[in-house]
């Protein structure tokens, strides 16, 4: 399955890129993918393919287009430096609002049956967390977010289920990260924390050698269960 880039809107009335892939059925639920600081390489596209795959309609936003378009960066030194200089110069209230008019153009194509939920990684994983608290999106998931804790005091206007994955040896998020999300979340029924052991940071990702395969195959599994019960499980005729 190949996707496409489209144009998207943005609130202060530019456009910007993303990556859509639509679902073999034509149309399904949406899910917006947040990008890494690696920019939407090919392996947030085949992450968007993946879920195309399993019936959404999946749209990932170029983040990075207010100061560098295009960006495709490679899971090596250079690629990390780069990255890392980009996402220092983001103005991360105006890239979730670039989130908030991704979601907006997304419900309003003819692939996406109106509802959608936010799955962001390492960046995209804070910037979903952020996305819960400022829009209206119906579901997020959140991987190995750094700098969530930075943000805590906005977990009370998380109106919608969401859930957290981390890696129990990601040094650069250690346990007590995790304790202060359970904490800010605490007695929320819909706010899921999880823990992989022998995960480190972007254990999801096939490009990274900290890949684990069963911690992204269950981490997966876990937001498919999240998407079927807040967006519904598409259609896959």
Known sequence: MSGKMVSINSSDQRKFDGYLAAPKSGKGPGVVIIQEIFGVNDHIREVVDEYARDGYAALAPDLFWRIEPGVKLAYDAEGMQKGRGIATKLDMNLAVKDIESTIKSLRAMPECNGKVAVIGYCFGGLMAYLTAARTDVSAASCYYGGRIDAFLGEAGSVKCPIQFHFGAEDHAIPAEVWDKVRGAFAGRKDAEVFVYEGAQHGFNCSKRPSF????????????IELLHRTIGAPNQA
């Open 212 to 223: 684990h395969t069963e911690a992204s195959k269950l981490a997966r599994s876990r937001t």
